[in-house]
């Protein structure tokens, strides 16, 4: 792979091109009609390196500490429901990852694997995204906290996005 892209959008147009287009339409878009997405992309564009030169490198540390646990590197791991849709291995790659990083992976409520599978992957920091819902009547509510979600065949009917659609075959 290329690795002299420009900018997410050269990744976008990658992605675009790779993956099967309800896959890309689960991770491309955002809920509802967008606009935090779009807020987030414009608020990060507003981020700038401000490099510095003559200045002692010798000592340098990029470790911190999150609610007082020590993570190697100041970035953490988001968390992104349905990781099956773009590779196999899934949260357990993304636990890998982190822990090889030294870093925070945030594992998400839609999780294809069971906690106790990405424990065993990788014994590095994790947080749990997790919504509680009011309507226990919600397929993914009521289930055992240790279960996986099962790999879904048509992630378009589960996103809600203003700009494409891709119902089931």
Same mark, same amino acid.
């Given at each position: 792979?290329? /690795?002299?892209?420009? *900018?997410? %959008?050269?990744?976008?147009?990658?992605?675009?091109?790779?993956?099967?287009?309800?896959?890309?339409?689960?991770? +491309? *878009?955002?809920?509802?009609?967008?606009?935090?997405?779009?807020?987030?992309?414009?608020?990060?564009?507003?981020?700038?390196?401000?490099?510095?030169?003559?200045?002692?490198?010798?000592?340098?540390?990029?470790?911190?500490?999150?609610? %007082?646990?020590?993570?190697?590197?100041?970035?953490?791991?988001?968390?992104?429901?349905?990781?099956?849709?773009?590779?196999?291995?899934?949260?357990?790659?993304?636990? /890998?990852? +982190?822990?090889?990083? %030294?870093?925070?992976?945030?594992? #998400?409520?839609?999780?294809?694997?069971?906690? !106790?599978?990405?424990?065993?992957? !990788?014994?590095?920091?994790?947080?749990?995204?997790?919504?509680?819902?009011?309507?226990? +009547?919600?397929?993914?509510?009521?289930?055992?906290?240790? /279960?996986?979600? #099962?790999?879904?065949?048509? #992630?378009?009917?589960?996103?809600?996005?203003?700009?494409?659609?891709?119902?089931?075959?």
């Amino acid at each position: 792979m290329d /690795r002299h892209h420009t *900018g997410i %959008g050269d990744l976008q147009a990658i992605a675009k091109e790779r993956l099967p287009p309800g896959a890309y339409v689960y991770v +491309a *878009g955002g809920a509802g009609d967008e606009r935090t997405m779009r807020d987030n992309i414009e608020a990060f564009g507003r981020w700038r390196f401000v490099p510095r030169v003559l200045v002692d490198t010798s000592a340098r540390t990029l470790s911190t500490t999150v609610l %007082g646990r020590p993570i190697a590197l100041p970035i953490g791991i988001a968390p992104f429901a349905l990781q099956r849709l773009l590779d196999p291995e899934a949260e357990r790659a993304t636990t /890998r990852a +982190a822990a090889a990083a %030294g870093t925070l992976a945030t594992v #998400p409520t839609l999780t294809s694997y069971r906690h !106790a599978e990405l424990q065993a992957a !990788a014994d590095g920091p994790r947080w749990l995204q997790l919504y509680v819902q009011l309507d226990r +009547a919600w397929p993914f509510a009521a289930r055992p906290a240790d /279960r996986a979600v #099962p790999p879904c065949d048509h #992630p378009g009917t589960l996103a809600n996005h203003l700009h494409e659609s891709f119902p089931p075959d």
